[in-house]
């Protein structure tokens, strides 16, 4: 407080303004320093000081609405109040004692001051020069300060007492030793007053104090001496008699003074006692508390302890089972990647044998090609001469001769130039035999290849579905040993353990799930692999087919006319030779569009039953069309 408070004093519209609180250097007066304006506020004048509820009492009708918790309320005498917000630090019931204790020492402190002025001033003015070396001096100070009233004994109430009487008793002092007699009877009264004031007994006292002022007031002057004494005189006497009447009420007071403090003193040392005692019990029942709780976390620990190990030894045999697991999890990969590896080589080798085919159905596409270019070329030959014969018998036929003779005529003439020479079919002949070969000896041996590719995957898929079939044997079996070997284990076991062991089976379960999975997509890939290679077959049978074409060839180089002839027997006019038609456009569209499935389909445009040159084409029951003419072949 010497330093000053930095607070919030509240003003009427309830609005906080801030205020500094300081104690004067003789702490007398309190300085409140408002932002332009500062005052300083006697302690004397403050009434009373108020905190918590009693300050929103003292405050209540003067703030628009309830104040903080941390407010303080001053009351002074001229019926103002001072509403001050401490800071949040500041407790306000320690600072409300506190001031108040400084408050009532200065209004102690002020009406000390107040009784030395009057005894002073009447003394300086009473007191004679020839007397003033008999008179003693004053017991108080020249400065002096209220302290905080000191516990009274009953030694002290009987020596106040006592000093009282004995003042009591001397009307018939001197002269020279009555001011010394009145204010050691001032004196032994206050201390009567401060005395009972601990016993709540002041209001016995208070009609007396008054006139104890007025005695010690008295002074004496040089030139009313004899005046004076005779007053003197006479207020002795009064003040004996009333002295004599009072001795009764002093003692009745210190009889009751006594009393009140045996009693006070009886009930200190029982409430003594009983704290004495209670603070023994708390005592011991404070060490009762700590040994509980220490044995109660000792038990705690060693609960907790047991829980851990427990928990220790099942995640210990978890562990050693995963590694377990873990183990024929990594034994059932490395197959699996090994199976994968093997479809894998299976693949890039019939990639490797598609390859080769492709480049055998290149081969076959060039020679066909070349064989279509023979025949177009022998075609164009053939009708070149089929049309000269027609000219040469539309000339024989002419008006000038026969029909019989000019039949006979183009029979003799033009059949010479439609026979073939035997050294010209020999070659072709050939040609064909060792091309129907060789093709024949690449199919048995693609056949055979194909064979033993789907033997081998037969044994890897019989290998596959196997394993899974020996493990699962292989864990039921182990289930049960594992079940037999550990079952106090099963027991010990939290519900979080099992809740663990659950998420395992699922985990296993789905791994089972994905080996499955792996089964049947390696099983399908490779019932795909067999659905293409067959495709393959077939598209190799479909090209066994060609061999009707070349016996179409071999018929075409084979013709000749003699056998026409013959075939034809002694009716030539109704059978007249023509030639066939190979139609080139339709072979070549039929070359684009007839190739089967495959890698390299669009780029290999190879014949197919399906085309101009298939046997459909060339039945025996379907009419050859020539220049608007047909015959039945037989």
């Known amino acids: 407080m010497a330093r000053g408070i930095d607070a919030q004093a509240l003003s009427h519209n309830g609005e906080a303004v801030p205020v500094q609180l300081r104690l004067s250097s003789d702490r007398a007066a309190l300085h409140v320093a408002v932002p332009g304006e500062s005052r300083n506020l006697p302690l004397a004048d403050v009434k009373a000081i108020a905190f918590g509820e009693e300050a929103w009492e003292a405050l209540r009708g003067r703030l628009p609405s309830r104040p903080p918790t941390h ?23 320690k600072f409300a004692v506190f001031l108040d204790k400084i408050c009532t020492d200065a209004r102690f402190a002020q009406e000390g001051h107040l009784s030395r002025g009057t005894e002073s001033s009447s003394c300086s003015t009473s007191r004679l020069p020839e007397q003033a070396s008999s008179v003693p001096p004053s017991p108080l100070p020249a400065t002096f300060s209220f302290s905080q009233p000191l516990p009274a004994s009953r030694r002290d109430f009987e020596e106040a007492t006592e000093c009282a009487v004995a003042a009591g008793k001397s009307p018939k002092a001197r002269d020279a030793h009555t001011g010394s007699t ?30 104890l002022c007025l005695v010690t007031g008295f002074r004496f002057r040089r030139a009313e001496l004899a005046a004076t004494l005779k007053r003197l005189e006479q207020d002795e006497r009064q003040r004996s008699e009333a002295l004599s009447a009072l001795q009764a009420d002093f003692q009745q007071l210190a009889a009751r003074a006594g009393d009140a403090c045996s009693q006070g003193l009886q009930e200190d040392l029982r409430y003594q006692r009983s704290l004495a005692s209670s603070r023994e019990q708390l005592e011991q029942m404070c060490s009762e508390l700590f040994a509980a709780k220490r044995s109660q976390e000792a038990s705690l620990a060693e609960s907790k302890r047991s829980l851990l190990r427990q928990e220790r030894r099942a995640l210990e045999t978890e562990v050693a089972e995963t590694r377990m697991e873990v183990a024929r999890e990594t034994d059932v990969r490395d197959r699996l990647e090994h199976g994968a590896a093997d479809a894998e080589a299976m693949l890039s080798g019939r990639e490797q044998t598609v390859a080769e085919y492709e480049t055998q159905a290149v081969e076959l596409r060039e020679e066909l090609r070349h064989v279509l270019r023979q025949l177009e070329v022998s075609h164009e030959g053939a009708i070149e001469e089929q049309r000269r014969l027609q000219e040469h018998v539309a000339r024989l036929e002419s008006p000038v001769g026969g029909p019989s003779q000019s039949s006979s005529k183009s029979g003799q003439l033009d059949w010479p130039q439609l026979e073939t020479s035997p050294l010209e079919q020999e070659p072709l002949q050939q040609q064909l035999q060792t091309q129907q070969q060789q093709q024949q000896e690449q199919q048995q041996l693609q056949q055979q290849h194909q064979q033993q590719q789907q033997q081998q995957q037969q044994r890897r898929l019989h290998h596959l579905h196997r394993q899974p079939q020996q493990q699962q044997p292989q864990q039921q079996q182990q289930q049960p040993q594992q079940q037999q070997q550990t079952p106090h284990r099963h027991a010990l076991l939290q519900p979080q353990q099992q809740q663990q062991q659950q998420q395992q089976q699922q985990q296993q379960q789905q791994q089972q799930q994905q080996q499955q999975q792996l089964t049947t997509t390696i099983t399908t890939a490779l019932q795909q692999q067999l659905q293409q290679q067959l495709q393959q077959q077939q598209q190799q049978q479909q090209q066994q087919l060609f061999q009707p074409q070349r016996e179409v060839l071999q018929r075409l180089a084979a013709f000749e006319p003699s056998s026409r002839s013959r075939t034809s027997g002694s009716s030539p006019q109704n059978a007249p030779l023509q030639r066939v038609p190979l139609r080139p456009q339709a072979s070549q569209q039929s070359c684009r569009s007839g190739f089967g499935s495959g890698r390299r389909a669009s780029s290999l445009p190879l014949l197919t039953p399906g085309s101009a040159f298939a046997p459909e084409t060339f039945a025996p029951d379907e009419p050859i069309i020539s220049d608007g003419e047909e015959f039945w072949p037989k």
């Open 182 to 211: 009145l204010t050691s009877a001032a004196l032994a009264f206050g201390r009567l007053v401060k005395l009972l004031d601990l016993h709540s007994h002041r209001s016995l006292l208070n009609p007396w104090s008054h006139r």
């Open 71 to 93: 407010v303080i309320a001053l009351r002074l005498l001229d019926g103002n109040c001072l509403a001050v917000l401490l800071p949040s630090e500041q407790a306000p019931d």
